[in-house]
């Protein structure tokens, strides 16, 4: 099986372009994302980082909050309450979704480019046959909510499958976005509840996200099973046939 979903061909001069700016950001990513986290782990640096560019503040950080989807090395939490630090939770929770979008867009759109290729490059195999289940079906939307909403899942692991999937790109990016506002939300209010220094609240919902977390990561196998038989059992008393291999399995091309 051919693990791209779509035979289209597009112009061998943007796929080089592409894969340029992919390599580009790689190496960014690698060279900077180190000092990056360690400036965004204290919020009270961050804010003076961002404050050096003035005007230009907001948009250093959803570039910021871009790359951390594209590439995926910076803890998304670190960069979200760092954000509601900065900017407090209204703004940090606009910029944080404004910049999860863009980020979702170029990854969601460079994998239709390039396809399989570009995905095994950011994504191990073994989180690839996690999800393959999401592939060669028109009707993947409530599993893709589900899994951007549940904690713990690797949202932006996903984000690169989705791009091999057949849902639609708006349709991605709202059901994505809406999925992953209540946690963008959160980590917005703990980071300006932080610079007020009203450390119950912080207490408070930084325990409720460690728990949800904690439960999402050590239950994270277990919600994929379940929507994928949740998903599969409507399929097979439909259709009654055993399920397409998947590309994403050895073997299964």
């Given at each position: 099986m051919n693990p791209e979903p779509s035979k289209k061909r597009f112009p061998f001069t943007q796929v080089i372009a592409v894969g340029i700016a992919v390599g580009l950001l790689v190496f960014a990513s690698v060279k900077y994302a180190p000092e990056l986290t360690r400036l965004m782990s204290k919020p009270e640096r961050f804010k003076d980082f961002l404050d050096s560019y003035g005007t230009a503040s907001a948009l250093i950080y959803i570039l910021l909050q871009a790359l951390q989807i594209i590439i995926a090395v910076i803890p998304g939490e670190v960069v979200q309450i760092a954000g509601g630090y900065a900017f407090g939770t209204f703004l940090g929770t606009l910029y944080s979704v404004t910049g999860t979008?863009?980020?979702?867009?170029?990854?969601?759109?460079?994998?239709?480019?390039?396809?399989?290729?570009?995905?095994?490059?950011?994504?191990?195999?073994?989180?690839?046959?996690?999800?393959?289940?999401?592939?060669?079906?028109?009707?993947?939307?409530?599993?893709?909510?589900?899994?951007?909403?549940?904690?713990?899942?690797?949202?932006?692991?996903?984000?690169?499958?989705?791009?091999?999937?057949?849902?639609?790109?708006?349709?991605?990016?709202?059901?994505?976005?809406?999925?992953?506002?209540?946690g963008l939300w959160g980590s917005a209010y703990i980071g300006a509840n932080l610079e007020k220094k009203n450390y119950l609240m912080v207490w408070i919902f930084s325990a409720v996200a460690l728990v949800l977390f904690v439960a999402g990561l050590l239950l994270k196998d277990r919600i994929i099973d379940w929507v994928h038989r949740l998903r599969r059992s409507g399929k097979d008393e439909q259709k009654g046939d055993n399920p397409p291999s998947s590309p994403f399995r050895k073997g299964g091309e």
């Open positions: 979008v863009v980020g979702m867009l170029v990854v969601f759109f460079a994998t239709r480019l390039l396809g399989y290729s570009l995905v095994k490059m950011f994504v191990p195999q073994k989180k690839l046959e996690r999800f393959d289940f999401l592939m060669n079906d028109p009707k993947s939307e409530i599993a893709i909510f589900l899994l951007f909403l549940i904690p713990g899942i690797p949202k932006d692991a996903l984000t690169y499958v989705a791009g091999l999937t057949p849902i639609k790109p708006l349709r991605f990016i709202l059901i994505a976005t809406i999925a992953r506002f209540p």
